[in-house]
Each structure stands twice: as C-alpha cells, then as structure tokens.
C-alpha cells in the first residue's frame, strides 16, 4: 500500500465546494466495505426525523452499512503514540438539509470504548460500544465480525459478520453515476431539539473497486427497527483513505 498525503483538508470536498469548520482531526480508512440497499422511501421516512427531507434516487431510498477499520487517529500534528486505531460499522441512509446533501447515522458502532462515549458527547450521534474482530481469512478475504454491546433493557442484539475482498480494478466513481451517489458524501446531520448538528470530512475521492462479499449474519437493521430490504446490495470496496474531520457545528433555524 502507498501512503497517503497527509493534508487532506485541501482535498475533495463536495460538489465541488470547501470545508465550512476547522478540520481538527485526521485518520485513515482501511480494509472497508461499502454496502447499500435501496428500499421504499414510505417504509423508511418514519425513521428518519422530520426535518431532515429524505434523499431518493430513482424513486428508492437507500440503507447503507459500513464495515471498516481506523488507523492514526488523533489531532493533527499529534506523534503517533497519541493515535488509535479501531474497527467502525455504521448504518446509515441519505438525506439533505436546507438543500446540501448528507448522511443520517441510524448507529455508529466502534470497538474502542473511550472513542464510542467521547463522539457520543460531542456529536449526539447514536455511537455504541461493539465487541469487534477483524482479521484475514486463508483466501485474502477480510473477516469482519460485531457485537454490540448490550445493556439491560436492549432490544434486539445487534450483529454482523462478513468476509469481503476487492474483486477487481480501483475506480473513482464518475458524478451523475450511482456509485458517486452512494458514496461520495461529506456530511452528516444529527437534528435535536435546538438545531441540526453538522460535521465534515474532507478527502481524495473514494478509491471504489468490486468486492465479493459474503454476509454471514445482519441483524443491525433489525435492531434499529428499520425496514428490511429485498434484493441484493450493491457493494464496493474501498482499500486506504487519508482524511481529516471537522469540529461539529450547529445549523439553528430550518
């Protein structure tokens, strides 16, 4: 693997368009996978709040899980033993707010507790503590397996478990195109009660590839109660990415 650049605030952004808050954080993303659903924008427009218009394409709405691993995390220009890495697995859709599109995070699962309470904190984002492996399976397949951790009064256990491995050569997903559409996002929106709390990435685009993916065992969805969908996904896999993060900022009004 070649290493990235390590300023990436100067990277893609979206659309076109540049970071709004100091990007205080940096990181690079391995070994992930893409995974995306379409299902009925009706089934799934009560589980995302009001505010927060849903975003179709081709009249579907989409339900995305990612499974993937962070290394070097920590402030920028911080020395690496001040860095972490852990494995993430979100579930999240697409929406946008006052016209600019993002993502809503139904959950956002890390196996690194002081990282799960500190986002929590900071974001409201919906973060939990999972029990998670990561590893190499003897056909190069990435084994990713979670277990989130649950507490008196859960509903249903939240599971996954996949092997996956690139299958094919890395594109960069061309605007106008599905792909682009999936994954090419730099944004996420978590409303409450006072305004819409916003955060940023910033990186190259996405380094997509097929993947060949087995899931073993999905039960996210259905913990969150959201829909399930029919079909198959439509995956990529995404190798290593530099990126940096924003410090979250609230949009107040509508």
């Known amino acids: 693997m070649t290493e990235q650049r390590t300023d990436p605030v100067r990277w893609s952004f979206a659309n076109g368009s540049s970071p709004n808050a100091p990007h205080v954080v940096s990181m690079t ?17 009560p589980h995302v709040p009001d505010r927060l218009p849903l975003e179709t394409r081709d009249g579907r709405a989409w339900l ?23 494995p993430e697995l979100n579930v999240r859709t ?26 929590g904190r900071t974001t409201r984002l919906p973060v939990s503590r999972a029990r998670m492996r990561v590893g190499a ?16 009064g859960d509903g249903s256990p939240a599971r996954f478990a996949a092997t996956y491995r690139p299958d094919g050569e890395v594109f960069t997903a061309d605007p106008g195109t599905l792909a682009y559409w999936l994954a090419e996002r730099r944004r996420f929106y978590a409303p409450d009660s006072t305004g819409v709390l916003t955060g940023e990435i910033a990186h190259d ?50």
């Not at 499974?67 to 890495?85: C, I």
């Not at 399976?137 to 008196?152: G, I, K, L, P």
Request: proline content about 9%.
């Open 29 to 45: 993303w391995r070994d992930g996978l893409f995974v995306h659903w379409p299902v009925d924008p009706d089934r799934l427009r």
């Open 64 to 86: 995305s899980v990612l499974p993937f691993v962070l290394t070097k995390v920590g402030l920028r220009g911080t020395p690496s033993v001040l860095r972490l890495a852990f």
């Open 94 to 119: 697409y929406v946008r707010y006052r016209g600019d599109p993002g993502l809503y995070f139904f959950n956002i699962d890390v196996d690194n507790a002081l990282v799960a309470a500190t986002v």
């Open 137 to 152: 399976t003897d056909q190069n397949h990435v084994a990713f397996e979670s277990e989130r951790v649950r507490h008196e």
């Open 205 to 254: 685009p996405w380094p997509l590839q097929p993947a060949a993916v087995t899931i073993h065992e999905n039960t996210l969805l259905e913990a969150a109660g959201l829909p399930t969908p029919t079909g198959d996904p439509v995956v990529h896999y995404a190798d290593e990415l530099s990126m940096t993060g924003s410090i979250p900022r609230r949009l107040r009004g509508r």
